[in-house]
Each structure stands twice: as C-alpha cells, then as structure tokens.
C-alpha cells in the first residue's frame, strides 16, 4: 500500500539519536581496559531500560524501543570495531596510547595530568584526552624531558613532558 494511504497518526517517527563521539573514517577505535567496561556498562544500562519498559501506552513504548535500539545500534558497532590496548604492554618509557602523562607548560609554575584514552571515554574535567586530540598527536611517541609545541587559536603553548607512566 502506498504511504499516501495511511494515517498521518500510523507513521512512525523516527528517533533523533545523538552521535557517539567522533572517530575519524577508518581510523581504529583504541579503547583501555576501562574504557571497554565502560562501554559494556552503558550497554546493560540500555538493555535493562529496553527490558524495563512499563506502564506505557503501545506508541510511547514503541518510541521509546526503538530510540533505545538506536543507541543500542551505535554502541553495538562501536564495541565491535574496539581495540582493547593493554597498557602493561605499552613502552613505560614513551607516551603510548593510554599513558598517564604529566607535562609543564613553558612559562608556567603549575603541573597538569592527563591521560590518552579512546573517543568514548575521552573527558577532559577528568584529565582525559581522546587520542585523536591535538594535544595527543603532538604528544605520542615522545619521552620525559622533550618538549611539545601545540598551537591553539593562533599561539604556540611549549609543554615539558616531566613524567610518563601507565596504570
């Protein structure tokens, strides 16, 4: 039957999802072990609102099912295609993926810690940067006592690497 024939009321309405975070195309979805469980986590969380769902009318539980298999879909794939990095296997002595790395920034009298970490767990107000940051970029492959040079909104920042370390 055509969709000119039906209802206004009996179309489905398709669910806005937000977008995980952004992954470049092709590139590998790196996660630490963290991360992982945080990823499986969020995905109990939706599989026990999905089993959940109560003392609703049919359309709202309708809506509301298929907004959860949406997100259930994103978080699917992006589990699928994670790369758990054990960072006991990373070299101690270089910044890696999943380092805890304290820098100095050139000028200043202040430390600042941050860790590498994959997109989805990537927050800064906890010290976490995704790896696909700026800051990571410069960062990656350098040892205690280099120094990085990051450029943001037109001016260079120099940090002093004081300590690496995995955990």
């Known amino acids: 039957m055509s969709r000119g024939f039906v209802k206004e009321d009996d179309q489905e309405e398709v669910p806005i999802v937000p977008q995980r ?9 790196f996660v630490t072990p963290s991360g992982m469980n945080q990823l499986l986590a969020e995905q109990q ?13 049919d359309d709202e539980k309708r ?13 699917n794939n992006r589990i699928a295609e994670a790369k758990v990095i054990n960072l006991k296997e990373q070299p101690q002595n270089e910044i890696r993926f999943g380092a805890l790395i304290t820098l100095k920034t050139e ?3 202040k430390n600042q810690t941050f860790q590498i970490v994959g997109v989805d767990e990537a927050n800064i107000s906890e010290g976490k940067v995704s790896f696909i940051a700026p800051l990571a970029k410069v960062l990656i492959n350098k040892k205690i006592g280099d120094k990085v040079k990051l450029t943001q909104a037109g001016k260079d920042i120099v940090f002093e690497i004081i300590d690496i370390s995995y955990f």
């Open 107 to 109: 000028g200043g009298d």
């Open 45 to 57: 969380m939706l599989i026990d609102e999905k089993n959940d769902l109560k003392n609703t009318s």
């Open 21 to 29: 975070a952004y992954l470049p195309a092709g590139a590998t979805n």
């Open 63 to 75: 809506i509301t099912l298929n907004y959860i298999n949406a997100k259930l879909q994103l978080l």
